[in-house]
């Protein structure tokens, strides 16, 4: 296998070689070219990868803010088939009807 090459670019094509204790992942740096990650490697497959890169860690990561997502939208779309229902159930009462409906239920 070939070593890695990490940051090539327009300025500097061939960019820099892969330093083997350090985790495989290329990270993005603030000049828009990439750079080897710079944490120790150890973790995940053949233990090329930080414990932060781990793809394990990282898909476990993704699955969960997959599932955060669905619970969010499942939450909101609750509250929506909620409201279309009530809207339906109210569209029969009149707008003084609901009203009094109010008063009564704060005499209580
Ligand atoms: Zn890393």
């Given at each position: ?41 150890g973790?995940?497959?053949d ?58 239920k704060?005499?209580?």
């Open positions: 296998m070939t070593d890695r090459i990490y940051g090539g670019w327009a300025g500097n094509p061939r960019g820099i070689a892969e330093d083997k204790t350090l985790c495989i992942q290329n990270v993005w740096g603030d000049f828009g070219h990439g750079h080897q990650c710079s944490r120790k490697r973790h995940g497959k233990g090329l990868y930080c414990k932060q890169h781990d793809p394990e860690r990282v898909a476990a990561a993704e699955e969960k803010k997959d599932d955060e997502l669905n619970e969010e939208m499942q939450k909101s779309e609750a509250v929506w088939k909620r409201r279309r229902i009530l809207a339906k159930m109210a569209s029969g009462i009149t707008t003084v009807e609901l009203k009094n409906y109010k008063l009564v704060r005499k209580n």
